[in-house]
């Protein structure tokens, strides 16, 4: 079997590796780290083997291109004061995605990694687990872990 066209990779896949970037950088780099995902894939696509999991090799793509920007970010400069006019700043109609975002951004690495790649890519836990170079049971615990702390974060937040 050989491999599809490269388009058919995107249009099958972009949005699970959106997804994954928003989980790791949040909302406003992932479109970035999505780009730099597709052409990383795109020069390497010649290269795959026929039966590779194009999936599980995106998302390991976009988790390496996520570690980049993070990395990238500690090192930019932090920047002082908001403009008055911010309409991030306007609380009046809140954004649950970004309450989400937040929430998952406070879990820690092994809890966040584990739930982005097990439930917003939908990959099998063995593959997380060779991702993150862990064993299967840890990613298992890991995720189970993330998603309980998301749950009780969520629904202290929602609590008037």
Same mark, same amino acid.
């Given at each position: ?83 008055? +006019?911010? /309409?991030?700043?306007? $609380?009046? %109609?809140? *954004?649950?995605?970004?309450? =989400?975002?937040?929430? @998952? ?29 862990? +064993?299967? /049971?840890?990613?298992? $615990?890991? %995720?189970? *872990?993330?998603?309980?702390? =998301?749950?009780?974060? @969520? ?6």
């Amino acid at each position: 079997m050989s491999l599809p066209p490269f388009e058919q990779v995107v249009l099958d896949h972009s949005q699970v590796v959106l997804h994954v970037c928003r989980a790791l950088v949040g909302p406003h780099d992932a479109e970035d780290a999505w780009s730099e995902t597709f052409l990383a894939a795109l020069t390497a696509y010649p290269r795959l083997r026929d039966d590779s999991y194009i999936r599980g090799w995106l998302v390991t793509i976009a988790h390496r291109k996520a570690i980049d920007r993070l990395r990238a970010a500690q090192r930019a400069p932090i920047p002082i004061g908001t403009l008055p +006019n911010d /309409p991030s700043l306007d $609380r009046s %109609a809140p *954004d649950r995605s970004l309450d =989400l975002w937040h929430s @998952i951004a406070e879990l820690p690495v092994a809890q966040r990694s584990a739930v982005v790649y097990h439930y917003i890519a939908d990959l099998p836990y063995a593959q997380v687990a060779k991702m993150l170079d862990r +064993n299967e /049971p840890a990613v298992r $615990r890991a %995720a189970a *872990d993330g998603i309980a702390k =998301l749950r009780t974060t @969520i629904r202290r937040e929602d609590i008037p």
